[in-house]
């Protein structure tokens, strides 16, 4: 069982940015992160694989956040620049422990979710 720990959200102007993190207590493949608002489904942002830095985006954020991660402190990052009032949400880390022969982007490849931390960006 992995945990999962997020931090880093909270309240910015549009155009500002924000640093989530999430801290694991295990090594897995993957490690991703999704974000829902209120109304909405779940929805993919960023993966990162563990080996090799692998990454891979949705368009909504492509150019304007990236993942990334610290395997010595086994921690995950996403930098949001550039912030939308549309990216307002709940932020959620997962992390997938089984290997894939590509970037997981559904919520149901995930095996670990955090808490969530939420990330809001008035206009």
């Known amino acids: 069982q992995v945990q999962l720990v997020e931090s880093g959200g909270g309240l910015v102007q549009a155009g500002g940015s924000l640093r989530l993190s999430c801290a694991a207590s295990g090594r897995t493949f993957n490690m991703g992160w999704f974000r829902q608002a209120p109304g909405k489904e779940r929805e993919f942002v960023a993966t990162?694989?563990?080996?090799?830095?692998?990454?891979y985006y949705a368009d909504s954020v492509k150019g304007r956040f990236t993942i990334s991660r610290d395997n010595a402190k086994m921690t995950v990052y996403l930098q949001m620049n550039s912030l939308k009032p549309e990216d307002t949400a709940v932020y959620y880390c997962?992390?997938?422990?089984?290997?894939?022969?590509?970037?997981?982007?559904?919520?149901?490849?995930?095996?670990?979710w955090g808490q969530g931390t939420q990330v809001t960006v008035s206009s």
């Open positions: 997962a992390a997938r422990d089984r290997r894939l022969a590509y970037s997981p982007i559904y919520a149901y490849q995930y095996d670990y």
């Open positions: 990162i694989m563990w080996s090799g830095g692998t990454t």
